[in-house]
């Protein structure tokens, strides 16, 4: 199976198994089901960036590129809704997977070889509530630190160091913060707002989902139809069984 043929069973699989879930679960299991010759476990290991970037394949495929959202200007009040595509909101990456190639930093004497942030770092520290996550995310992503050719504990950095780390981080997976620039029409306030494409999405799929359940009950009380039955039929005739039931 390959995301254009990802069908209707599978991905109400995958949001039934994922309500339960966080996130960064989510997307996995989404990944895993789209493109199942990578496991979850190979999935959480690729760059956010690179993540993202299949998640945003996937809502192509399955909704199509059209992005709809809402904002509240923080300047007036004033409540705004936007149209976008998914180009809009694509991001150039590197040649090479970013969570695949050491990033090497050089600053004030220090070397430091690091790698993008990934779905395995994320789920790494998010039991540690009360140190600050970005700092986690830094010491997992440093892989080695030396100071004038000698080994140096990371935790040590000087704060240009991180400074440098952290613009390198962010420079070699730029699909990982992706935001959006927005204009107020009332008070011509300008800001911009991330955009994450996992919750995007799993919106469309919880709605997408509910639909569908819906119409299973429906023809199942009207016609006797498994719910195997009626998930294998295309969405197409499901929605004209549905209208005739209801006219």
């Keep these: 199976m390959s995301a254009s043929s990802?069908?209707?069973a599978a991905l109400l699989t995958a949001w039934e198994e994922g309500v339960t879930q966080p996130p960064v679960r989510r997307a996995l299991a989404l990944l895993a089901a789209a493109w199942p010759e990578k496991s979850e476990d190979q999935w959480s290991r690729v760059s956010i960036g690179e993540r993202d970037g299949h998640l945003?394949?996937?809502r192509e495929t399955l909704f199509g590129p059209s992005l709809e959202a809402t904002a509240i200007c923080?300047?007036?009040g004033q409540r705004l809704e936007m149209t976008f595509d998914t180009d809009d909101v694509r991001i150039p990456s590197p040649s090479r997977p970013a969570s695949q190639e050491g990033l090497c930093v050089k600053v004030s004497g220090y070397e430091v070889t690091c790698h993008s942030p990934t779905s395995a770092d994320l789920m790494a520290i998010a039991d540690d509530r009360a140190a600050d996550g970005h700092v986690l995310i830094m010491e997992r992503c440093i892989e080695m630190a030396r100071l004038d050719g000698k080994e140096t504990d990371p935790s040590s950095l000087p704060a240009e160091v991180v400074r440098a780390v952290d613009e390198r981080l962010a420079n070699g997976d730029p699909q990982a913060e992706v935001q959006?620039?927005?204009s107020c029409l009332a008070c011509s306030h300008q800001?911009?707002?991330?955009?994450d494409i996992l919750t995007y999405l799993w919106?469309?799929?919880?709605?997408?989902?509910q639909r569908l359940l819906a119409e299973i009950h429906t023809l199942a009380s009207a016609?006797?139809?498994s719910e195997?039955?009626?998930?294998?039929?295309?969405?197409r005739r499901r929605r004209f069984y549905v209208e005739m039931v209801g006219a």
């Design 6 to 8: 990802l069908n209707s």
């Design 56 to 58: 945003l394949r996937l």
């Design 74 to 76: 923080p300047q007036c």
């Design 180 to 182: 959006i620039a927005m």
């Design 191 to 195: 800001w911009s707002l991330p955009f």
């Design 203 to 209: 919106g469309d799929i919880g709605d997408w989902a």
């Design 223 to 225: 016609y006797g139809w």
């Design 228 to 235: 195997r039955e009626i998930v294998a039929m295309t969405e």
